[in-house]
């Protein structure tokens, strides 16, 4: 299980860099071929770990339109907290 669990943690690494960016066709693609990879080779996952990713695989977004509209909502809701002081 530990080995699932590290390349369930390898995925959701790939997933989170470079998370916003200017929309790419291939970054989707490789996404995506992470996640089916992630399926194909842990069938042991239990029930809410892999619905969770094939809710990832199928609600990725498929064109630019999508991809921009989803970032601009998650970040329009956003507030800037003040700068963080240093002693």
Partial sequence: MASASN???QVERHWSIGLVGPYSE???????TAIKRLLETNPQLDELTRGMWENKLRNLA???????????????NMKRKGL????
Avoid: C, G, L, P
């Avoid at 291939?26 to 995506?32: E, H, I, P």
């Avoid at 970032?71 to 329009?76: G, L, T």
């Avoid at 963080?84 to 002693?87: D, L, N, Q, V």
């Fill in 26 to 32: 291939d970054r989707q693609f490789q996404r995506a």
């Fill in 7 to 9: 390349h369930a943690h």
């Fill in 84 to 87: 963080i002081e240093y002693e």
């Fill in 62 to 76: 498929m064109n630019e339109t999508t991809y921009n509209y989803r970032v601009r909502n998650i970040y329009s």
